[in-house]
């Protein structure tokens, strides 16, 4: 009797943990130091987020960040021929701004500005 309830307790956890929606994002920047960008999230799985980031962003293109919660930004020096960027990660939107301007800003970006940003819903 023991064993079925705690089989028929383990099964109820499994269905509800499966049924809480998940949510993916991803960042792709183009190989001339991200010129070129595309952006996905709060898309059900990862490959569909990489899959829609890539197609924003064009040829020449890779996926430099997934997230599967929180959110993410991605910033770019604004400077006249500069390729510096930075991106960054966190809990809430304005975190993950200043994560991306601190990245670009410490990979030598002097007019750095958020080109993207966005947040899942989980």
Do not use: P
Not at 83 to 101: C, D, I, K, N, P
């Amino acid at each position: 009797m023991r064993t079925l309830a705690t089989t028929l307790a383990l099964s109820l956890a499994l269905a509800v943990t499966s049924s809480q929606a998940w949510a993916a994002g991803a960042l792709a920047i183009d190989s001339n130091q991200g010129d070129q960008f595309g952006f996905a999230y709060d898309y059900a799985t990862l490959g569909e987020a990489q899959q829609r980031a890539l197609g924003e962003c064009g040829g020449n293109c890779q996926v430099v960040l997934d997230f599967d919660s929180g959110c993410a930004a991605y910033a770019a020096d604004q400077s006249n021929g500069s390729t510096v960027y930075g991106w960054g990660t966190a809990e809430s939107s304005g975190g993950a701004q200043q994560r991306a301007l601190q990245e670009c800003s410490n990979q030598g970006g002097n007019s750095c500005q958020v080109r993207t940003w966005g947040c899942n819903s989980n």
